[in-house]
């Protein structure tokens, strides 16, 4: 089976497509234990460091991207949502705010003070109003609109 070796804070690791990741351990390259934290994969790589599995996978197959920068301008986005999903295929760099867009957010609540549905979207952490509405469906037409507009990257 072919892999692709990468370094990742100074550890070297063998990234294999099945997404398995090995590294040294007593002069042998052995499978990682991945865990799960809020449904993103995990390893452990050293000193109790852990790095995301889906960071070490585009680096895999990117390598002249930058997995030790961790700001909010390096973020890896899954294009599906599904945050376990970490096929090179769902993979992108983002943004936090691009990372942001990429949600299944409702984009609308009921108004209690006018009995209507308000719709809403963020951006650059400001909310815009885009209207209220007497049902559910127009709220979420008018959100799903404004997004594809908004929410492109």
Not at 53 to 73: G, I, P
């Amino acid at each position: 089976m072919d892999f692709i070796e990468v370094e990742v804070f100074g550890v070297p690791l063998r990234y294999y497509d099945d997404e398995r990741i090995e590294k040294i351990s007593r002069g042998k390259w052995k499978p990682m234990k991945q865990s799960n934290c809020y449904g993103y994969k995990l390893i452990r790589i050293k000193n109790g460091k852990k790095v995301q599995v889906h960071r070490v996978v585009y680096k895999a197959n990117n390598l002249s991207w930058n997995v030790e920068d961790t700001s909010k301008n390096n973020l890896i986005d899954h294009i599906d949502t599904c945050r376990s999903n970490n096929k090179i295929s769902n993979l992108q760099v983002a943004t936090a705010q691009q990372n942001a867009f990429n949600t299944n957010a409702k984009g609308f609540c009921f108004h209690k003070a006018t009995n209507k549905y308000r719709a809403r979207i963020k951006l650059d952490g400001k909310s815009i109003h885009l209207g209220c509405f007497d049902t559910e469906a127009e709220a979420r037409n008018t959100y799903l609109k404004a997004k594809a507009i908004y929410h492109k990257f």
